[in-house]
């Protein structure tokens, strides 16, 4: 248990869908970042929100779609995706956006068919 | 572009054994980590180096930052099956206020 919680686990998802994912952090945190995970790929950050404003769109397709309603909770929208953002997206929180230690949540594995 | 590259890409070794693993990075940073990570799950922090710092030390894990060269190791002691993970170094660029991370190894510790 990390303190950060990513629902759903599993998203299988039509290319026309549209679906969100969810990540909630309790351990007062005020950076949140979103991460993808592909096979045999770095780890790529898309999207950082400091005390909720956004400060880093990583040249992120407009098909995925962040939201940061307050500190605690993070939302990535998607819409019209394509197979190949199948992946592992991962929720992460940390003190403030200084590149300190991340406590990550388990992730969100979608598969776009 | 990315920052860490891990060496080796994969490792498997006897329970027991010291696991060895090399991360190399491109530009001056303020701080390096390491990570885990179990097979589909979420990455776990493990220790933080800073730039001042040449060699940390916590539990079964010694970190040793070489700034000069530009690379750090990360070496467990006395493998365990449970150490089977992938293990990432993480970079913190000076100027970049985020982390970027390599592509891992890929430890697999044989009973």
């Known amino acids: 248990e990390t303190g950060v919680t990513q629902t759903p686990r599993h998203l299988v998802m039509g290319m026309t869908n549209k679906k969100s994912l969810k990540c909630e952090q309790h351990l007062g945190h005020n950076a949140m970042y979103w991460y993808k995970q592909s096979a045999k790929k770095p780890l790529e950050l898309m999207f950082v929100?400091?005390?909720?404003?956004?400060?880093e769109n990583n040249s992120v397709p407009s098909r995925f779609s962040p939201e940061c309603p307050n500190s605690s909770h993070l939302f990535l929208h998607l819409h019209t995706l394509q197979p190949e953002d199948s992946a592992l997206y991962l929720c992460?929180?940390?003190?403030?956006?200084?590149?300190?230690?991340?406590?990550f949540g388990e992730g969100s594995r979608l598969t776009v068919l | 572009s990315q920052q860490g590259e891990e060496d080796p890409q994969a490792l498997s070794i006897q329970e027991g054994e010291n696991a060895t693993m090399n991360c190399s990075y491109k530009?001056?940073?303020?701080?390096l980590q390491w990570y885990r990570q179990n097979s589909g799950r979420g990455l776990v922090h493990l220790i933080l180096i800073r730039s001042n710092e040449r060699e940390k030390h916590s539990g079964r894990l010694r970190v040793t930052l070489d700034t000069s060269k530009k690379s750090s190791s990360l070496l467990i002691t006395a493998s365990r099956a449970a150490d089977t993970a992938s293990y990432f170094c993480a970079t913190d660029a000076k100027g970049a206020q985020k982390l970027v991370f390599g592509q891992g190894t890929r430890l697999t510790i044989n009973p």
């Open positions: 992460a929180s940390s003190q403030a956006d200084q590149a300190g230690e991340l406590f």
């Open positions: 530009t001056s940073i303020n701080n």
């Open positions: 929100y400091n005390f909720k404003e956004q400060t």
